[in-house]
């Protein structure tokens, strides 16, 4: 079953084909607008916009906080109970160095604000804070996949490994196009290993 959708889609494949397209075509549009300059670095205000703007033709809920709780397997992600105290946490977390701002990336992807679309609004989010900060971007291709997933799924326990994958990564390439992408390439980033199954509250 596919979540519901502005597109009428009821098949989760099609859905994941369409989602992936659109989000490529708006994370353009926002790389190339000159949008994404526009927004404050680091804040949770920054992370809505972008992902109000990768997923706003497809799902009602872009850009507002998840209402569900998620769940999979041991990873903690924040009960919705607790969310906005979280964030706001996040919010005033230190980002002046390298390893400020990936203890924050770590809390942001912790807290799982969104019910869809996490992963790649919060890299497009992550790396913004890079280039804002330290003149310098992520090469995501430059990133195992299985790699990442593992690192990121034992990071609220050990960051050294995502810390290390990140900063083997680092580019000044800050406004490549090729590069930017790399952080939305939904094939390359299968955001289904963080699929998780939800409890309405």
Avoid: C
């Avoid at 920054?46 to 569900?68: E, M, S, W």
């Avoid at 969104?114 to 913004?128: A, K, P």
């Avoid at 995502?162 to 790399?182: C, G, P, R, W, Y």
């Amino acid at each position: 079953m596919a979540l519901e959708n502005k597109l009428g889609l009821t098949s989760s494949a099609d859905l994941a084909r369409e989602e992936e397209r659109i989000s490529k075509k708006k994370a353009l549009e926002l790389f190339e607008s000159g949008e994404l300059d526009k927004l404050k670095a680091g804040t949770f205000s920054a992370l809505k916009a972008i992902h109000k703007r990768l997923f706003d033709d497809i799902y009602d809920f872009a850009g507002k906080l998840r209402t569900v709780n998620p769940a999979k397997g041991y990873f903690p992600f924040a009960p919705f109970m607790y969310l906005k105290a979280a964030l706001e946490n996040i919010e005033k977390m230190p980002q002046s160095t390298f390893d400020g701002i990936v203890e924050k990336y770590v809390e942001m992807n912790i807290a799982h604000p969104f019910r869809e679309g996490n992963g790649r609004s919060t890299r497009i989010w992550l790396d913004y804070i890079f280039k804002k900060e330290l003149g310098m971007v992520v090469d995501w291709s430059k990133i195992d996949k299985e790699d990442y997933f593992l690192a990121m799924e034992r990071s609220p326990v050990k960051d050294i490994e995502i810390k290390h994958l990140l900063k083997s990564a680092l580019t000044n390439e800050i406004d490549s196009l090729e590069v930017f992408m790399k952080g939305i390439d939904h094939s390359y980033y299968y955001e289904g290993f963080w699929a998780f199954k939800t409890e309405e509250l």
